[in-house]
């Protein structure tokens, strides 16, 4: 069965620093979307994309974030400069555009330091 | 603006005891809703979905769902727990709309012997 894949599936980095996720999503899905979680609490939106460009995205996702899809495959999360708020496990999702209905992988956990 | 509210954030139960997660929703639209599982150190999986339809929703492992648009609820029920249910349970919705999923804050079933 197909399934959305994410990697690293941990990473810790320190504060200021650059990082990327990265996700590839079921094949023939057109939607894709980033959420996080901060340990302990519920599972926030950030962002969706289509059509190789943001559909909607959250307060959350501010001029630190953004999303490439650079390839037929991969879909990057990048976090410019990293703070400790951030530390999180941030879910890649897709969806086939017919019923809402998201896949969601693994997910990445980031810890800030 | 659509919105989630589960009202139990912890649920303990004995194994084979029935149990129900609570979920309300609202919305000014119409809606699509989704239980999703999250068990330990693992990503989001779909246990049941509505759309349209008959309001009674049958899932996997044995849970199912009853959407009742005058109480704006979406209850999950599963007549007699495993162990193997101790997981956390998220409620969550979209609406026809947008392509975006808004989660609750979540119940965690802990499923004791």
């Known amino acids: 069965e197909p399934e959305v894949t994410q990697t690293p599936s941990h990473q810790v980095t320190q504060m200021g620093q650059e990082v990327i996720l990265r996700c590839v999503p079921i094949?023939?899905?057109?939607?894709f979307y980033w959420y996080r979680q901060i340990l302990g609490q519920k599972v926030e939106f950030l962002v969706s994309?289509?059509?190789?460009?943001?559909?909607?995205k959250s307060e959350i996702f501010d001029d630190q974030f953004s999303v490439e899809r650079p390839d037929g495959s991969n879909f990057t999360l990048k976090i410019r400069s990293t703070k400790l708020e951030d530390s999180a496990m941030y879910f890649c999702?897709?969806?086939?555009?017919?019923?809402?209905?998201?896949?969601f992988g693994e997910g990445s956990r980031l810890t800030v330091l | 603006a659509q919105s989630v509210t589960q009202l139990d954030s912890q649920v303990p139960v004995f194994e084979e005891a029935p149990v129900e997660l609570r979920c309300n929703y609202s919305s000014s639209v119409s809606v699509y809703l989704f239980w999703y599982v999250q068990y330990p150190n693992q990503g989001l999986q779909l246990l049941l979905k509505?759309?349209?339809?008959?309001?009674l929703v049958k899932g996997i492992n044995g849970f199912e769902a009853e959407f009742n648009k005058s109480q704006t609820s979406f209850h999950l029920r599963k007549p007699s727990v495993h162990i193997s249910d101790t997981a956390e349970y998220f409620c969550?919705?979209?609406?026809?709309?947008?392509?975006?999923?808004?989660f609750g804050t979540g119940t965690r079933l802990q499923v004791f012997p």
């Open positions: 509505y759309l349209s339809g008959s309001t």
């Open positions: 969550a919705v979209s609406d026809q709309n947008t392509d975006k999923l808004i």
């Open positions: 094949s023939n899905h057109l939607y």
């Open positions: 994309f289509y059509n190789n460009e943001i559909s909607e």
């Open positions: 999702a897709s969806n086939r555009g017919l019923d809402g209905e998201l896949f």
